[in-house]
């Protein structure tokens, strides 16, 4: 985009008591190291009522000197989305499904429908299934999370991981279709502790 902003992608956090705090620690360290502009939380924040203060807490330290915007994901769902959202708005994010946010010449959107006008536009979604829809409406860059790779990868060929890729359309690291780009996070922690070939991740982006 030549803006020459930062922005860090975080998803599928899955806190839970027993992961919190060295979660937050993890997360923390890859922020200090980047101080990046802009923190995008993709999703699967939460997985247990007892963490949302440590998800209020870690999301404030980001947003006293990073703009913060976040998603839900299918575990915040079932946790219960307002609690969520309550958590991060309080925090001093921004809850992208209630609405676009402008900054230093890009939009930050929670779903395709928000884009306006022409401005360059990045799309936080949990689902990476949002791509069709995104190319439709000219975004350039989406951040998704939720498959995790997978977690078990015995091959890449061109785009895709495998063997997940025979089950998820979008099983890989990045895509691009026309003017519009996803990258697809492997994640921060999962709840099935096994990984192969997969490690979890943070994402950094030079907007």
């Known amino acids: 985009m030549g803006l020459g902003l930062s922005l ?3 998803s599928d956090l899955h806190m839970r008591p027993g992961n919190q705090e ?4 993890e997360i923390w360290e890859a922020y200090q190291t980047h101080r990046p502009n ?28 990073s703009l913060v915007g976040a998603v839900p994901g299918n575990h915040d769902t079932l946790l219960g989305k307002a609690r969520v959202r309550e958590a991060v708005v309080q925090a001093g994010a921004h809850w992208l499904p ?7 010449g890009v939009q930050l959107l929670g779903s395709p429908e928000h884009k306006r006008g022409s401005l360059p536009a990045v799309l936080c979604s949990h689902y990476p299934t949002v791509f069709p829809e995104a190319i439709r409406a000219r975004i350039e860059l989406v951040l998704a999370g939720h498959l995790h790779g997978w977690q078990v990868v015995f091959a890449q060929w061109g785009e ?3 063997p997940g890729a025979w089950l998820s359309r979008w099983n890989g690291l990045r895509f691009s279709r026309e003017n519009s ?9 999962d709840l099935l ?15």
């Not at 802009?38 to 980001?62: I, N, T």
């Not at 780009?181 to 922690?189: A, E, F, K, N, Q």
């Open 8 to 10: 860090l992608y975080v």
């Open 22 to 25: 060295h979660l937050q620690r």
């Open 38 to 65: 802009v923190v995008l939380l993709g999703g699967d924040l939460c997985d247990h009522l007892a963490c949302l203060d440590a998800v209020e807490s870690l999301v404030g330290r980001f947003a006293r000197s």
């Open 98 to 104: 209630d609405g676009p946010v402008e900054s230093q």
């Open 160 to 162: 895709y991981l495998y």
């Open 181 to 189: 780009t996803m990258l697809v996070s492997r994640g921060v922690t």
């Open 193 to 207: 502790p096994v990984r192969w070939n997969c490690p979890r991740e943070v994402i950094l982006a030079i907007l």
